[in-house]
């Protein structure tokens, strides 16, 4: 199965997508998250005077093979819901399927694909795609992509442990001081009465002695 530079760029898309709702916070319900509005895609400072054409477009997504990039895509989105919810039902599970298949990710990306390349560097690159040299680098690109991805992943994970042992003992301190300032308060307790202050004050108890006789009258 090909893989090509445009397939690529949707796979990060779609997994970056996925990681952003994986760290959604837990108080934001789905529903919320789901009505917010899409991110806008900022367009470049210079677009090409002359852009590719639709059909330049769709001839680069031909010789590169992105047009298999939506099975693949949906596959992977299902893949990713499946294991997210086992619970779905399966006719949850269709309709869904089958929405994503009605998706159009073309007309999009050839709008992107217009923000950026000219139809002279259409013609250049559906050309360089032709040759065998472009032929090997479609064919090779995935397995660069993948292990230029964990290089730097091991690169940026090595420069952050050696940052943090540089200021581990401001480190601990913040840390000892967030976990004071966020401690749960005491839930408060039902057995302690609380104050009434509009109670009525208790009566004085009576000065007169117990061995006092009351007179009885003659």
């Known amino acids: 199965m090909r893989n090509t530079s445009l397939a690529l760029t949707l796979s990060c898309l779609l997994l ?6 994986q760290q959604t916070p837990s108080g934001t ?9 899409p991110a806008k895609i900022p367009a470049p400072s210079t677009a090409p005077a002359n852009p590719l054409t639709d059909a ?7 010789v590169t093979g992105a047009i298999e990039m939506k099975d693949q895509l949906v596959h992977g989105m299902m893949n990713y819901l499946h294991s997210s919810m086992p619970f779905l039902p399966k006719d949850v599970s269709d309709d869904l399927e089958q929405s994503f298949q009605k998706l159009d990710l073309e007309t999009p990306i050839i709008a992107i694909y217009k923000q950026h390349i000219s ?28 292990q230029s991805q964990q290089a730097g992943v091991q690169m940026f994970r090595k420069a952050a442990q050696d940052g943090i042992e540089r200021h581990r003992p401001e480190v601990e301190a913040a840390a000892k001081q967030y976990q004071q300032d966020h ?3 005491p839930a408060p307790s039902l057995s302690t009465p609380s104050p009434t202050p509009n109670a009525t004050p208790a009566a004085k108890p009576s000065t007169t002695s117990p061995n006092s006789a009351t007179p009885q009258p003659h």
């Open 16 to 21: 970056a997508g996925v990681a952003f709702a």
């Open 29 to 37: 319900s789905s529903s919320t998250s789901a009505t917010q509005a």
């Open 56 to 62: 330049q477009a769709r001839q680069m997504f031909e």
């Open 119 to 146: 139809t002279e560097d259409a013609d250049s690159i559906i050309l360089f795609y032709k040759t065998p040299a472009g032929k090997h680098l479609i064919k090779a690109m995935p397995e660069i992509l993948q």
């Open 183 to 185: 401690a749960p308060k």
